[in-house]
């Protein structure tokens, strides 16, 4: 799996956008870009994930940038419960395992 | 349907003692893995099952084990406990059959040696 880099933490306000960005420059043509999040002791949860299109879901809007070099997770109107880690992960299909980095750590406060 | 169920939610082991974990996957999943994660190592894949066969394994020591039943329930089994097995288990079940198969995480074993 393609390695990835993000920003080690992160801050937002309550109701505001919270942008997540996430750099995969050795991204391979057949991976996936995935979004976990992980709420403190709590098992992570799925998010959303793309190949080259932006895609968006009831939880977030994914961007990825023409190269396919890069994404940003948006969360467009951040509450304080989406206050978690942030796993950026790239996967080729077909396959059932995860390789997770250290994520960056969203705070939400009011 | 019910999430991925894991058991115990807590337990505590002495050094050298062997432990068992369990999984339940989400109806349906027939593939199941097992992470650890601990704060310094953030988390780690052990192995993954797929139809009562282990498909996939991380680089953990044989001492970490796990196998899988026809109703696609896992076990993971860590026998010779050491301090540093002091970690959050968490397993994941997924079906398997689409290009984008997503994982679904269980809330984990917190697992304290002594």
């Known amino acids: 799996d393609a390695k990835t880099t993000q920003p080690t933490s992160m801050d937002c306000a309550e109701g505001r956008a919270a942008n997540l960005p996430c750099n995969h420059s050795t991204i391979s043509g057949n991976e996936y870009v995935y979004w976990y999040r992980q709420i403190h002791s709590q098992g992570p949860q799925y998010i959303i994930h793309?190949?080259?299109n932006n895609e968006t879901n009831e939880m977030a809007s994914l961007i990825i940038t023409e190269d396919r070099k890069s994404s940003t997770l948006i969360l467009p109107h951040a509450t304080l419960r989406d206050t978690a880690v942030y796993y950026c992960?790239?996967?080729?299909?077909?396959?059932?395992?995860?390789?997770f980095g250290k994520g960056t750590m969203l705070l939400v406060s009011p | 349907k019910a999430g991925v169920t894991q058991t115990p939610r807590y337990l505590i082991k002495t050094r050298g003692q062997q432990v068992t974990l369990s999984c339940s996957p989400i109806?349906?999943?027939?593939?199941v893995s097992w992470y650890q994660q601990t704060p310094g190592q953030g988390l780690q894949f052990l192995f993954e099952y797929f139809s009562e066969t282990q498909r996939n394994k991380g680089n953990f020591p044989g001492r970490f084990s796990g196998r899988q039943f026809s109703n696609s329930r896992s076990e993971m089994n860590v026998s010779t406990l050491e301090l540093g097995d002091s970690a959050l288990y968490l397993c994941?079940?997924?079906?398997?059959?689409?290009?984008?198969?997503?994982?679904?995480f269980g809330s984990g074993t917190q697992l304290s040696v002594l």
């Open positions: 109806s349906g999943h027939r593939s």
């Open positions: 992960i790239v996967r080729a299909s077909g396959y059932s395992t995860l390789t």
């Open positions: 994941a079940s997924n079906f398997v059959g689409g290009e984008n198969e997503k994982l679904f």
């Open positions: 793309g190949l080259k």
